[in-house]
């Protein structure tokens, strides 16, 4: 008591025990090792505890009872709540650690897993489920007369090539009444772009 009255020793939780004793007695929990009660370094903010359990951030990471699968230091959780990491097939894994690990694939290394990447038929440029002539005259309607994009670039870059123009329709043309080779991929069936290019797409109505 005398050495609390002194300041000789500290009861940073106010509880008239001595920091140190409670430590080593077990009753004050140190999980980092610092000589400080870890509810007395939360509450300085010392130590952090980001998902707000009452339990040091560090400590859950070194224990295993919270991950961290970057290996950045923080708490998996709190980058997803935080922002910092996203989070877009809501399974509670960062995705740059989905992609890392091969849970999820990124064929088109944009760093978001494919699931959550809109799909899309290219070529397919109205949506409606079908590659042939109205999808042509879709293109130009947009290309010279100011008509609509539709709900994917993406779709109406009929070859591939990373823009939109008149050989995406020739390109169309030449399949449907030439025997000209078919769209790439994805072609016929709805997927993901697997080529990197500046064309966005809001998903197709026609791709579940």
Known sequence: MCDLASGTSGDCDANGEIDTCEIAAGTGADCDGTGTIDSCDLASGTSGDCDANGQIDVCELAS????????????????????????????GIP?????????????????????????????????????????????????????????????????????????????????????GAQPPSPFPNCGVDSTPDPLSCGGSPACP
Do not use: H
């Open 95 to 179: 995705d740059n650690c989905d992609i890392t690990t091969g849970t999820s694939a990124d064929i088109d290394n944009n760093g978001n897993p494919d699931e959550c990447d809109p799909n899309f038929v290219r070529a397919d440029a109205n949506s409606d489920g079908l590659v042939d002539i109205s999808d042509a005259v879709f293109i130009m309607y947009g290309l010279f007369v100011d008509g609509p994009a539709g709900f994917c670039e993406d779709a109406n870059d009929s070859n591939d090539d990373g823009q939109k123009d008149i050989s995406d329709v020739v390109w169309i043309l030449y399949y449907q009444f030439n025997s």
């Open 64 to 91: 295993g009872t919270a991950d961290d699968c970057d290996n950045d230091g923080l708490v998996d959780s709190c980058e997803i709540s935080s922002g910092v990491s996203g989070d877009c097939n809501l399974n």
